[in-house]
């Protein structure tokens, strides 16, 4: 995914419901859907210039996202305590045969803001080469 930074603390980014993402016949996998907000609500956390790691994440899923539809996410900071960071964000088709207004799915997050040295103790498990910390605007979604 790829993500455009707006107005306020607040990002946007596109998913296109490819075929290699079906969960039911003919539509969106959930646990898709749940990644690419896990990736848009996270890439809002970057715009505070501080690693964070997902806690919660619930998402309500409306309405059935049928494949080839393009996705377009919007996420944004709601609050912060301490190093808790709340966020929240939902989902419109935008582009393909069910593309309207409506939201498809929300989403709610709580992440936690993080030292770099989080990951440390992991980095001997890695199964190949660790990617390092991602810069903002582009996910390996
Ligand atoms: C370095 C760069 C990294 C990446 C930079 C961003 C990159 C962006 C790019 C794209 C976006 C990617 C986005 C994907 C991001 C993942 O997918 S990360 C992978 C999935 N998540 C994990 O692996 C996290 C695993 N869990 C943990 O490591 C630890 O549980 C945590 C989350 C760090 C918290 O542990 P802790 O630091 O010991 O925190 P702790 O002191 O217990 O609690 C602090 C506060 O948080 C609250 N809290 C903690 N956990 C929870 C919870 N689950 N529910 C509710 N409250 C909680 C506590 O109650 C406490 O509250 P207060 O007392 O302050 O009121």
Redesign the pocket.
């Known amino acids: 995914m790829h993500f455009t930074a707006t107005e306020g603390i607040e990002v946007v980014g596109r998913l296109t419901a490819e075929s290699r993402y079906q969960g039911g016949p003919g539509v969106i996998h959930g646990g898709i859907l749940t990644t690419a907000f ?6 809002a ?2 715009l505070l210039g501080t ?6 994440l619930q998402i309500d899923f409306a309405r059935p996202i049928p494949l080839g539809s393009v996705l377009e996410f919007r996420a944004r900071i709601d609050g912060m ?4 960071v709340y966020t929240s964000s939902e989902v419109r088709i935008v582009e393909g045969a069910a593309a309207s207004d409506e939201i498809v799915a929300t989403s709610r997050g ?3 803001k ?1 030292k ?1 040295e ?2 440390t103790p992991m980095q001997e498990f890695v199964d190949g080469q660790p990617t390092g ?2 810069t ?1 605007g582009d ?2 979604l």
Not at 38 to 43: L, N, P, S
Not at 51 to 56: E, I, K, L
Not at 81 to 84: E, G, L, Q, T, Y
């Open positions: 896990d990736e848009t609500q996270g890439m956390c970057m690693a964070v790691v997902t806690g919660h305590i301490r190093r808790k709580l992440f936690l993080i770099p989080h990951f910390l991602p903002f996910s390996t």
